[in-house]
């Protein structure tokens, strides 16, 4: 695998792109915080996330997004990324939802529907998980199938890690809470008040999961409501404007 690669579309209106973790410098990652970056103590966790926010920025440019310094990636409380555009852009055009997994030296990005939240993972075909961790991740009849069937392991923790990100709270959701129904490579399940759609597949030397939920109604943020204010008074006054000038400070 060299450079960046599109893998086959796992789901209607996902994309996904697969790149080598590679050093890079901030220079090269406008989508890069440094201060977080500043924040990794190995030289590992700095090439990863680096080369995940540059994939990133590869793959919306793919999409049309090619200014990048009007973009951010936001994290909530448990850091859970999303895009937004930064604030005093004016732009209310949807952002794709977006999810990055890295493993053995190789970084997957999952660009999906503004609607829907996405959750992807990667583990490396040759991966295996040792037997005394399977009540880490499993219980009850969960449990008892995975041990009789232990080739099944890398496909039942992908698949729960990208479940624990399309829910975006991460470890937060305990995986012995989540239990994957015994199926194709593509499932749907509850869970809480969300239904989850589990595509599992391998592809270049690795085992894939992708989950995808309907994204629950975003709050308006204060620029939506100016924006919508501004909208009302232009149409109740047809000779009414408004102009303005917006500086931007990227980071």
Known sequence: MEGVVELSPPAQGVRLFLTPVQPRTLAE????????????????????????????????????ETDLSVIEVERNEQRAPSLAFIQGVWRRTALPS??????????VVALGPPERCIGVDIEP?????????????????????????????????????????????????????????????????????SNIQLKYWKEYDYHFSLALRPK?????????????????AMEANPDWGVGCNTQRNVR
């Open 125 to 193: 075909l040759e991966r295996t998980l040792a037997p005394n961790a399977f009540d880490l991740i499993a219980k009850g009849a969960e449990l008892d199938r995975l041990r009789k069937h232990p080739e099944t392991s890398m496909r039942l923790w992908t698949g729960k890690e990208a479940v624990q990100k399309a829910m975006a709270l991460g470890m937060h959701l305990n995986p012995r809470g989540i239990e994957i129904p015994i199926g194709d490579d593509w499932v749907e399940f509850p869970i809480e008040e």
């Open 29 to 64: 990652v406008p989508l890069a915080d440094a201060h977080e970056v500043a924040t990794f103590a190995t030289e590992k966790r700095r090439n990863e996330h680096l080369s995940g926010r540059w994939l990133l920025g590869q793959a919306l440019a793919l999409l049309g």
């Open 98 to 107: 977006l999810s990055i997994a890295h493993s053995q030296g190789a970084v």
């Open 216 to 232: 629950p109604t975003p709050s308006p943020t204060p620029e939506d409501a100016l924006l919508d204010q501004t909208l009302l």
